[in-house]
Every structure is written in C-alpha cells, then in structure tokens.
C-alpha cells in the first residue's frame, strides 16, 4: 500500500509559480542582510583595522535555501494539495461484498459501514454491479446473488446490523460455487477471528476472482457465558490478539429492588501482555446477584461482549421447614434430610422456624409435612404466595393427621385431601407399590426420564374435585395424584403427596427429585445442563440481542425446540438471548462456554485493503504551516547572523510565547535586575492592592519614608516597590506595608502559605485599615476591617494587645508614646508581651518581646501621611496648622521607629540592661 | 496676525526646575559617596612646611645646619634633622571631560560614563574640599578655591549637560605650578591632543591622576555581524561585515591605548588607572583620594 498515495491539487495553475523561485533566488543573492548601525564611541580605535573577515556580502546559501523552500512551501500550499490514498478495488465486472457480519464486526461496524460506502462509490464510479451479502445471513439457495448497480447498496447500508452469531461459511460456499461462472471480484469484510472454514471459503473465492480483505486491526474482546464458582460469578474475557496490557472494566447489570436497570456490580480486569484470556470474577451479595440480567464488558457495542444471564445464576432462597423436631442420629430419617442435600448446592438454604425464615424473604418455602399452621402464620403465608412466593409441601402422618384442608379448599394447599390417605404395596395391604406415569405435556417435568425404579408405597390422595385434573402435575399409573400444583395470587402452591424422605416413597432417593425441584424452579440448573432436561419443551424467545448487544423483546420470533436449544450455538433461527418456558429461563449468547478467539490467518500475498476510511485530506494548513515556521526560523538565523540574536533572544522568546500561548498574563512583575536591587539594598514593601489610587498611596507613603529615614537615619533604602503577593518572592522584604483594601482579592492559599513563612521568619507587615476616622477601632465595624479580619484569620497571627507604654517601639530610635498617621489616636496593637513579663527592679521597661512582632495592625493611614511626590512634596494634608506639622512629623518618626524596629530587632530592648552594667563597671 | 510670546509663569518655572533637576542629585550622589570615605581633617602626611612635626630624619649633606635639632642629635652620635608636616594647601584642578562619547551607555549599563565621570570627580571635590584644599574645574577660568560655595558651583556647572564635541580634550588652563590635577576621561579621542594636553600641563609643573572611564561593552566588544559603527556625533564612521573577526584586533588597540596612557602618565609624573561604570564608584574614588595624596612627593 503506498503510504503516502497521490497529492493531487486544486489549483495547480498556481504551481506555475514556482518558476519564479530561481528569480527570488538570483534576487535574494545579490541583496545582503541590512547592516546594524551602532553608537560606539571607542571607533577611533577601530579606524585603521582591516576587516579581515572574508565572509561575502551575500546572503549564505542555507539561508537562501531556506527562504526558498520557506516560498516554495507557500506556493504549493496555496495550490491546495490533497492526499488521498484511497484504496482502490482496480478490475471490472461484477464485485461481491461479502461481510462476515457476525457480532465480532459489531466492535467496529460504522467504519464498516463506511467504508462499504466508499467501496460502493468506487464501485458506482466503475459502473460495477454489486452485491453486498452477510454471511451471518442463511443463503437462499433458490435466489441467485443479487447484483445491482451499486447507488442501490449505498441506500441500504445505513440499515445494515450485525448478527449475533457468527457466519456460515459452508453454506454460502455452496452458494457462490453454484454462480462461479460470472466471474466476480470480491470484497470481504473479515471480522478478524479464525474459522475452522474461512480457508476453504476463501479458497472458492479465489478460485472465482481476486479476494480482497478488510479487517480491522484491534482487538475483538468477548466475554464467555458467566458460571457460578464458590458463590461469586466467574467469567472470562476473551481477546484475539494478544499485545500489550489492557485493562477491561465488567458490569453486571439488573434491575434494583426499585426496578430501575442499573449497574449491580463492576469488576476490573487486566489482560496481561501476551495473554489471550483473563478471569474475571465478580462477587455481589446473593439479593443482586439474583437481579442481574446481562455481564457486559463496559465500552464494547457488540453482542460477543454481553452475557445474559438466566436461572442458572440464581440461586434461590428456600426456607426448608418441617413439621418434626430433628431427633440427633435420625439423620437419615429426617424429613428434610434429601431435601437438603439435593438443594444445598443449588440455592441458599434456610433452616429457621417459620416465623424467622418468613423474615428472610425466602423465594421458596418448603413445608415438609407439617400440619396445622397457626392462623397468623397461614396469613402471612398466604400474602407471601400472593406477592410470587412458591410454596413446597411434602406430605406425611402429620399431614394427614391433620385434617386440613379435607373439608374445604384449604389456601396453603393445591387440591382437597381425602381423609386417612393410602398404603400400598406393603406388608399390609394388597397390589404392589405404585410407579409414576409418564408426564403429560402440559406438566411442568414433561420431558424428563422416568427411573424405573421409583416406587410409591404411601400417599396422601387428592379428592376427586372438578378442578383437579388441571392441578395434577404429575400422576401414578393408576391415575392418582402425586404432585399437584395451584396458582395463588402471583405464586403458586406445590404438594407433594409423598413424604420428603424415604418413609413413603423412593422418590427422594432417584435423580428424577432432583429434575423436579430444578423444572419447579426451587433449585437452579447448573450451568452447562444435559439436552435432556432441555428437550421436550418449546422455549420461546422473551429477549433477543442484536449484533450489537442490545437486548429486545421479541414477540415475533417462533419458539425453539429444546433440543435446539440445548446445542447452545446461536444462529439465524436462534438468535442469542433468552429463551422461556415456563418460570425457567435459559440463555443462549453469542460467544460458547469453550469458545477461544484467535485471529484469522490468511494466505500469504492476500491483498488487504485498510478499515481506515481513506477521506481526501487537504494538506494546505500543513504546508502554509511549514512555510510560516520556516519563515519563523529565517528570522531567527537572520538575527543571527547580523549578530543580534543574543541580544534580542529575550525579547523574541518572549513574543513567541505571546504569539504560541496567547497568554494575557501581565508580565512577571518582579524580573531578575528587580530581584537583583531588592537583594543588594534595603527596600521597603508594599502589597499591591490591585487598587490603583491605593497602590499609589502606599508608593507615594514609602518613598516619604525612605527619604526621610536616608535623611534621618544610616538606613538607606532605595525606592519602595509593590509586591502580588501571589507572584512575587517576599523573602528579600524585610518590611510589608498591606493597606487594606475592600476591593483586594483575598491571598490564595499558596499566597497565605508564603505570608505565613514570611511572618515566621522574621518579616513584619504593617496592616493598615486607613478608617480610624470613623472612630470604631479595628474589631470589624468598618468594611475594611471586616476585610482584614477575613485575610488575618488565615494567617499565623499571634495574640495581640495595644501597644503597651514599655514597648520597644516606643524607643527603638526617636522617644514615642502614640503613633498617629494621617489620623491619630487609634489604638495600634502589636503582638502581645508574654504573660510572664515583668517589670524587674531597676529597670525602666519590662523585657518583653524577644524578637520583632509579625504585625503591626492599625488604621491610621500612614502612608497618607508619610506619602511624597516625586519633587518631594507631601500629597496629603495632616491636621491643621502646626498642630498638623507636627502629627505629621510623630508619624514619621513612628516609621522611622518602626523600620529601626524591623531591622534590628530587639536590640533596643536589650537597652534595659545598661543600668545593670552601668553599675557593674562602678558609676 | 502676530501675538507677542508670552511667558507663562508657570512654564518658566518648570523650564527651570527641568534645568536644576539634575543638580541636586548630582550632589546628593556625590556627598553619599564621599561620605563612604570618612576621612576627616588631616594633614597631608608628608614633610613640608607646617606647624605639625612629623619626623626625625638622620641629617643629610646639604641640609642646613640650622634644621639640625640638637636635643634630638644629642642622645646619640648623629644628626638628626626635624622634619614639620606638611600643610600648605593643595590646588586641584579636575577635569571632566563632556563630550558625546562620554554620554554612551550600553544596553545594560547602568549609568554612562558622563554620570560616572561627573558623580566622582564632585566627590573628590567634596573631600578635596572638606580636607581643607582649593578645587576647581578646568573649564572653570577662576582659579581652584575651597569652600560649600564652590562645591555648588562645581555642581551646578557639572550638571549642565552640554555635548560639544564627539571627543573632548583637556582645555589649556593657567594652572599655578605645583598645583595637581584629576582628569576624568574616556580618553578615546585624539591622541595627539591628549599628548599635547598632558606636555602642557606638565610644563606646569603639574602632577595628578588619569582616571580612564569605559564602559563595558568598550572593554567587551560584545558585538558580531555586519556593523556600522559611529561615532556619538556620527562624526566616524567605521564598517565591518563580522564585528565578532575585529575583537581581536579591537581588544589590541584598547590595551595598546592604555598602556601608552599610562606610560604617558608615568613620563610626565602623572599616575593612571581605569575604572568600569559596571563597578561601583567607591573603589575609584579612594584611588583617587590616594593618589592625590601621594602626588607631587
């Protein structure tokens, strides 16, 4: 297959163009790169030198190459090209498409579709008669294959559908055999999967015309129908190729108690590379496992994927009660004993007394010769039946002694009982002991074998009443009685006229119980069960699953025999699904018990055309494309050369990234010569608010501070910078100024993480509410303050307390006792003294903070105050008069006191000490 | 319809704060850093005449017999001749040289060679004049004096940005003999009138120090591709197709032009040394303070 097919062209007149480029070339040669022109003053040293560098006056070659190819690209990719690497089917005369259609094509069955209605449009082109099969369909031996003219196919593909089973080769081997003298071509859609007769098929094929194949390169997954191991539910899925791992994900899905389908149960699995199969196993408790209805593995539309479930799955509850206290030893005697061991497998067994057991929610309660029933316990029972319980009687003395149900129709049994009952076949009594008659149709147990030696020697017998002859299940050769059944409300009530063990019959003892309970529906098939218990029954289809594994119900569909069913191979007269009779339900799905999926093997040379819908692609983006990168990177070599790329790197990086990202971030505030000056000097900080007459107050604030403190003080800072505290680094800010502001953000989390650093080691932020006009302290009554509550609750904020009179800000460079701003008389609050601090003799301040306070929170607004401009002008006036002059000039000694503070931390408290040592050196 | 020119008061007046602006400045750069070298009033630590005394020296032929100090010759057997400090006051003639060229700041330097010429020759200045001694510009025609007056005179007239001439040259002052001289300079213009300058000025007697400004990138030549260079003024012109193939070439020509400036320098008694505007000032201001000092010894 040719990879890259034919380019065609929508315009190619424009190709005409590409005459020019030797003329671009011969154009572009003579014109050198601009030169740069520079300011440099050491010229005079440079006058004189010979320029000894040889390189020509010339754009280099690989540049020019390069702009070529760049316009070359450009003129092509303005031609429009197109690739189009169709597959072509080249011949003529009639093309059969054969589809193998089964539910492995399910998987992939719309690129099927599609390109069967590209083969179809080539065909069409050709003027080729086709006919489209699906070998999933049972051939019509007495139609000939249908070749039409292919527009007719293209109409009907839409409504093409996989089947759920799989082809038969056999039969349309003969078919197309019998019409070998048209000579046609075919086409076929392989589903992938290895067939004993796919070579022979093929075989006929070839020898008519040339064969084609589509197959689909992925796997085809399946499922195997579900069994029941140690309780859970076991299956396997299946894979055709085996590769690398991969995960599967299976879902049972059923009804909940609701009645709304959903999902019951999930289990994942992983094919492990190189494995073809993997167990899965899913284990829902036994009330949803009994609901689900299919096993599907989840993310594949095909009918080999979806499992449905029938009886065999359920494993019903059954209340085994009996009428007899069990006597220790008397095992074997037990009435329940057979019972028990026959259902112990097969369904969840409940030995309780009634009363409990009911409480269970039982689906079967089995009464083994048990006699009277207390009026609340018939009743409950009776609602039980109702609602589609079954209730199991045995018979046996005590129900014959009971005198139930002899006079009128008692409503927990089927028939009227005759009083006293019969013996025969005894040492007693005359005739030898009964055996069964052979099973009516309309029986439940028609169909199954009769042991010859079952004999009956003791019965409780039915009285002859109108309706007893539809109640009869199953009868003696003479006629009588043994089993009899009766609907009751949604359920129904079954009587044995035998004892549940070997007292009165050797029934018990024969695999015909067995059958019977399982046709009762008390105990489940095993999976996998014989033909015989199958057979005999017609079995109506109630849902059936479409290639795609959708499950329908179908009323049209004829019933199947059981012998048919019992072969368990889906296929055009039994699609896979669920198949009724009676309370039994059996499930026929598309993938075998033992069913193994390899992928088909071909004959080498055979000509394969690709699943892959082959659509025209238009290469012009691709080729404009090409020609703007190679553009992009002549701008670069271009610097290059001309010696500018170094320097100009930055900068075109920076508006490729723009131009690649379209990224409308602002640009990172703080850069590296930034970063640079805040690590080399002293700087004060403030926190960009996003305010911006805010911002400017608090630069405008900083900057009268630091020129007043490189006036006042050693401290020399250079220019106040804002900080986003969700960008920038705080590290090298010894000093934050964060006026609150109802319009900021509140900080991210990353952002609180870094302020809560930052405070911990030793940084100090000045909060500053800028509302002590309004007289109400910073508890929150103002919007600010309410704001910074919400941004302080997030930080690691110590106790506070105002600022005692002893505090080191009070003296850490000028003598201070109230700290105004542009407003005064606000209390400020640092963080509080420890509780043990104390004022020791002698000394004038107690020892109170060992470190610097984190914050320092108040409202005065003192980046107002202190706020200059640029000619060194304060912005804002501060008070009147020289009242006024002088709040202003307190407020600047607090920054200065409070910077002096930041930077040298409680060195002015260790002040405390100098009577101490004054006196110890004897003044 | 002609309407005579108003002068609007308040344009005049921003016209002329423009005009100061960079005054202050200048002088607030200056003090800051000469206030790095906190020298105080001292005397020149030398002999010379002086109240001070400075140090007994054994008596050399030809000393006068007058300056033999006798206790001191007493207590052992030769003469010993006491030697006063020195503390006559110095004049120092600076020279900042203006030109264009000195305006040339490279991508990435942080001030030009005109600020930093300007910046440490009012510093010197400042601490020429805080010790006591008379400064006083070249292009000044007052002879040096000392004293807060003329420190902001020298400022005013250094802040006055003017770009005459693509390269400038030392002008021709009357300088009294024995005074000394700091000329700050790229040095990058003629040579012959460098020459000439510096034969001039030592005729005068005159001693002092060279200080060669340059910016990095005219230490570097950190260029390549085919490049134009010109002069500030556009005056020269040079072109190259590869600037990265002159470097070599280049870098010869700035070591030869040092090295005959210093060699210049140490003919005519002077001292040199030259000093990057990437590095911070300080370094070459205690240089300078230094060898002023120790010049005309």
């Known amino acids: 297959m040719n990879f890259l097919g034919s380019i065609g062209f929508l315009t190619p007149g424009l190709?005409?163009?590409?005459?020019?480029?030797?003329?671009?070339?011969?154009?572009?040669?003579?014109?050198?790169?601009?030169?740069?022109?520079?300011?440099?003053?050491?010229?005079?040293?440079?006058?004189?030198?010979?320029?000894?560098?040889?390189?020509?006056?010339?754009?280099?070659?690989?540049?020019?190459?390069?702009?070529?190819?760049?316009?070359?690209?450009?003129?092509?990719?303005?031609?429009?090209?197109?690739?189009?690497?169709?597959?072509?089917?080249?011949?003529?005369?009639?093309?059969?498409?054969?589809?193998?259609?089964?539910?492995?094509?399910?998987?992939?069955?719309?690129?099927?579709?599609?390109?069967?209605?590209?083969?179809?449009?080539?065909?069409?082109?050709?003027?080729?008669?086709?006919?489209?099969?699906?070998?999933?369909?049972?051939?019509?031996?007495?139609?000939?294959?249908?070749?039409?003219?292919?527009?007719?196919?293209?109409?009907?593909?839409?409504?093409?559908?996989?089947?759920?089973?799989?082809?038969?080769?056999?039969?349309?081997?003969?078919?197309?055999?019998?019409?070998?003298?048209?000579?046609?071509?075919?086409?076929?859609?392989?589903?992938?999967?290895?067939?004993?007769?796919?070579?022979?098929?093929?075989?006929?094929?070839?020898?008519?015309?040339?064969?084609?194949?589509?197959?689909?390169?992925?796997?085809?997954?399946?499922?195997?129908?579900?069994?029941?191991?140690?309780?859970?539910?076991?299956?396997?899925?299946?894979?055709?190729?085996?590769?690398?791992?991969?995960?599967?994900v299976v879902t049972a899905i059923g009804p909940d108690p609701a009645g709304i389908t959903r999902v019951l149960s999930r289990s994942e699995s992983l094919f492990e590379a190189d494995h073809l199969t993997v167990e899965v196993v899913m284990d829902p408790p036994s009330e949803l496992r009994n609901r689900v209805r299919t096993v599907s593995l989840d993310g594949i539309r095909s009918a080999g994927a979806v499992v449905v479930t029938d009886d065999s799955i359920q494993r019903r509850k059954v209340a085994l009660i009996s009428g007899t206290r069990e006597q220790e030893g008397a095992v074997l005697v037990s009435p329940l004993h057979f019972l028990r061991k026959a259902l112990v497998t097969t369904a969840e067994v409940i030995e309780a007394d009634l009363t409990d057991s009911m409480l269970a929610s039982p689906d079967v309660v089995v009464l083994a010769d048990v006699g009277k029933l207390t009026e609340p316990e018939t009743k409950a029972l009776t609602d039980w039946i109702e609602e589609g319980g079954t209730l199991l009687r045995f018979a046996g003395p005590r129900l014959a002694a009971s005198e139930i149900g002899q006079r009128e129709e008692h409503p927990l049994l089927p028939v009227r009982l005759r009083a006293g009952g019969r013996s025969v076949g005894g040492t007693m009594s005359w005739g030898s002991p009964k055996k069964l008659a052979e099973f009516s149709q309309d029986s439940p147990f028609f169909g199954l074998s009769l042991p010859q030696d079952v004999e009956i020697r003791s019965q409780v017998v039915a009285q002859p009443d109108p309706t007893l002859s539809e109640r009869v299940l199953a009868n003696l050769q003479d006629g009588t009685p043994l089993v009899t059944g009766r609907e009751l409300g949604a359920g129904r009530v079954v009587l044995f006229h035998v004892t549940a063990n070997t007292d009165w019959s050797n029934l018990p003892l024969s695999g015909l119980f067995v059958q019977m309970l399982e046709?009762?529906?008390?105990?489940?098939?095993?999976?996998?069960?014989?033909?015989?218990?199958?057979?005999?029954?017609?079995?109506?289809?109630?849902?059936?699953?479409?290639?795609?594994?959708?499950?329908?119900?179908?009323?049209?569909?004829?019933?199947?025999?059981?012998?048919?069913?019992?072969?368990?191979?889906?296929?055009?007269?039994?699609?896979?699904?669920?198949?009724?009779?009676?309370?039994?339900?059996?499930?026929?799905?598309?993938?075998?018990?033992?069913?193994?999926?390899?992928?088909?093997?071909?004959?080498?040379?055979?000509?394969?055309?690709?699943?892959?819908?082959?659509?025209?692609?238009?290469?012009?983006?691709?080729?404009?494309?090409?020609?703007?990168?190679?553009?992009?990177?002549?701008?670069?070599?271009?610097?290059?050369?001309?010696?500018?790329?170094?320097?100009?790197?930055?900068?075109?990086?920076?508006?490729?990234?723009?131009?690649?990202?379209?990224?409308?971030?602002?640009?990172?505030?703080?850069?590296?010569?930034?970063?640079?000056?805040?690590?080399?000097?002293?700087?004060?900080?403030?926190?960009?608010?996003?305010?911006?007459?805010?911002?400017?107050?608090?630069?405008?604030?900083?900057?009268?501070?630091?020129?007043?403190?490189?006036?006042?003080?050693?401290?020399?800072?250079?220019?106040?910078?804002?900080?986003?505290?969700?960008?920038?680094?705080?590290?090298?800010?010894?000093?934050?100024?964060?006026?609150?502001?109802?319009?900021?953000?509140?900080?991210?989390?990353?952002?609180?993480?870094?302020?809560?650093?930052?405070?911990?080691?030793?940084?100090?932020?000045?909060?500053?509410?800028?509302?002590?006009?309004?007289?109400?302290?910073?508890?929150?009554?103002?919007?600010?303050?309410?704001?910074?509550?919400?941004?302080?609750?997030?930080?690691?904020?110590?106790?506070?307390?105002?600022?005692?009179?002893?505090?080191?800000?009070?003296?850490?460079?000028?003598?201070?006792?109230?700290?105004?701003?542009?407003?005064?008389?606000?209390?400020?609050?640092?963080?509080?003294?420890?509780?043990?601090?104390?004022?020791?003799?002698?000394?004038?301040?107690?020892?109170?903070?060992?470190?610097?306070?984190?914050?320092?929170?108040?409202?005065?607004?003192?980046?107002?105050?202190?706020?200059?401009?640029?000619?060194?002008?304060?912005?804002?006036?501060?008070?009147?008069?020289?009242?006024?002059?002088?709040?202003?000039?307190?407020?600047?000694?607090?920054?200065?006191?409070?910077?002096?503070?930041?930077?040298?931390?409680?060195?002015?408290?260790?002040?405390?000490?100098?009577?101490?040592?004054?006196?110890?050196?004897?003044? | 319809m002609n309407q005579p020119e108003v002068i609007h008061p308040a344009k005049l007046r921003k016209d002329a704060e423009a005009i100061a602006s960079g005054f202050p400045e200048l002088l607030a750069h200056a003090r800051h850093l000469a206030a790095t070298l906190s020298l105080g009033h001292h005397g020149r630590r030398r002999s010379g005449p002086g109240d001070e005394f400075w140090q007994y020296r054994t008596a050399l032929a030809g000393d006068h017999i007058r300056d033999i100090d006798w206790r001191r010759s007493a207590r052992s057997d030769a003469h010993f001749v006491r030697q006063m400090e020195w503390q006559n006051v110095q004049s120092v003639h600076i020279w900042v040289d203006r030109a264009a060229s000195m305006t040339y700041r490279a991508e990435g330097s942080i001030e030009s060679k005109a600020d930093r010429a300007r910046v440490l020759g009012l510093a010197t200045a400042i601490l020429l004049s805080s010790a006591g001694e008379s400064v006083g510009l070249m292009a000044d025609p007052e002879p040096p004096k000392h004293g807060r007056g003329q420190i902001t005179k020298m400022a005013m007239h250094l802040a006055e940005s003017t770009a005459d001439a693509d390269y400038g040259k030392p002008p021709a002052k009357e300088m009294g003999r024995g005074n000394l001289a700091l000329f700050l300079s790229d040095f990058l213009g003629d040579w012959d009138e460098l020459v000439e300058a510096l034969s001039r000025a030592a005729d005068q007697k005159i001693e002092g120090c060279l200080v060669q400004i340059l910016d990095p990138s005219e230490e570097d030549f950190p260029f390549d591709g085919r490049t134009i260079f010109e002069s500030m003024e556009g005056v020269l012109k040079f072109e190259t197709r590869r600037a990265k193939a002159i470097r070599d070439d280049y870098l010869i020509r700035l070591a030869e032009r040092k090295a005959a400036l210093e060699a210049l320098a140490k003919r005519t008694g002077w001292l040199y040394t030259c000093h990057h505007t990437s590095v911070p000032a300080q370094p070459a201001l205690m240089w300078i303070h230094n060898s002023l000092a120790g010049a005309g010894r």
């Open chain 1, 15 to 248: 190709l005409l163009a590409l005459l020019v480029l030797p003329v671009l070339w011969w154009l572009l040669r003579a014109v050198p790169p601009a030169p740069l022109k520079r300011r440099f003053p050491a010229v005079t040293l440079l006058l004189g030198l010979d320029d000894r560098e040889t390189t020509p006056d010339r754009t280099p070659w690989w540049l020019l190459l390069l702009r070529i190819l760049a316009i070359g690209a450009a003129i092509i990719g303005f031609a429009q090209p197109i690739l189009n690497p169709t597959d072509r089917v080249v011949g003529k005369g009639p093309l059969l498409i054969a589809m193998d259609a089964s539910w492995a094509s399910a998987q992939s069955w719309s690129a099927r579709q599609d390109k069967l209605v590209e083969l179809l449009r080539l065909a069409e082109q050709d003027n080729r008669p086709v006919a489209v099969v699906h070998l999933t369909d049972r051939p019509k031996s007495d139609e000939p294959l249908a070749f039409a003219s292919a527009s007719a196919w293209v109409e009907r593909v839409d409504g093409m559908e996989p089947n759920g089973w799989e082809p038969d080769y056999s039969a349309w081997r003969k078919q197309v055999s019998s019409q070998a003298e048209m000579g046609f071509e075919t086409v076929w859609f392989s589903d992938g999967l290895s067939r004993n007769e796919r070579g022979t098929f093929r075989k006929t094929l070839a020898d008519i015309g040339a064969v084609s194949v589509v197959e689909a390169d992925v796997a085809v997954l399946a499922l195997r129908p579900i069994g029941i191991a140690d309780g859970k539910i076991a299956t396997t899925a299946l894979r055709s190729q085996a590769g690398e791992e991969r995960g599967i």
């Open chain 1, 519 to 923: 046709r009762l529906a008390i105990s489940t098939r095993k999976s996998g069960a014989g033909a015989d218990e199958l057979e005999g029954i017609v079995w109506v289809p109630e849902l059936v699953m479409d290639g795609f594994g959708r499950l329908s119900s179908s009323r049209v569909l004829a019933g199947v025999e059981g012998s048919r069913l019992a072969s368990g191979t889906p296929g055009p007269d039994m699609p896979p699904g669920v198949y009724a009779a009676g309370e039994r339900r059996i499930a026929v799905n598309a993938v075998g018990v033992d069913r193994e999926l390899t992928p088909a093997i071909w004959q080498a040379g055979t000509n394969f055309l690709s699943l892959q819908r082959s659509e025209e692609k238009p290469l012009k983006p691709w080729f404009l494309l090409l020609a703007v990168v190679m553009l992009g990177v002549d701008i670069l070599a271009t610097l290059w050369i001309g010696g500018r790329l170094v320097r100009r790197l930055g900068m075109v990086s920076a508006v490729m990234a723009v131009m690649v990202f379209h990224s409308g971030e602002p640009a990172y505030a703080q850069d590296q010569s930034a970063l640079l000056q805040a690590a080399n000097n002293t700087v004060l900080a403030y926190v960009q608010t996003g305010d911006a007459k805010v911002d400017r107050i608090s630069h405008a604030g900083l900057l009268g501070l630091s020129t007043e403190l490189f006036r006042r003080t050693s401290v020399e800072p250079i220019e106040p910078v804002g900080v986003d505290l969700e960008r920038d680094a705080l590290v090298l800010f010894p000093f934050l100024y964060w006026p609150i502001s109802v319009s900021a953000a509140l900080p991210s989390e990353e952002a609180v993480a870094r302020l809560n650093l930052y405070l911990r080691n030793g940084g100090l932020i000045l909060f500053d509410t800028r509302d002590a006009n309004l007289n109400v302290g910073i508890g929150g009554g103002t919007p600010n303050g309410r704001r910074l509550q919400k941004i302080a609750a997030q930080l690691d904020i110590p106790v506070l307390e105002p600022i005692p009179p002893d505090h080191v800000l009070t003296r850490s460079f000028y003598l201070l006792q109230d700290f105004p701003g542009r407003y005064a008389n606000a209390a400020v609050w640092v963080e509080a003294a420890p509780p043990d601090a104390e004022l020791v003799e002698g000394m004038p301040f107690r020892n109170l903070n060992d470190g610097v306070t984190p914050v320092v929170i108040g409202g005065n607004d003192w980046a107002s105050a202190w706020a200059i401009s640029d000619r060194g002008q304060f912005l804002f006036p501060v008070g009147r008069g020289s009242a006024g002059e002088r709040q202003r000039e307190v407020a600047l000694r607090f920054g200065v006191n409070l910077i002096m503070h930041v930077l040298t931390g409680n060195y002015k408290s260790d002040q405390v000490h100098v009577p101490a040592l004054l006196d110890r050196l004897g003044q």
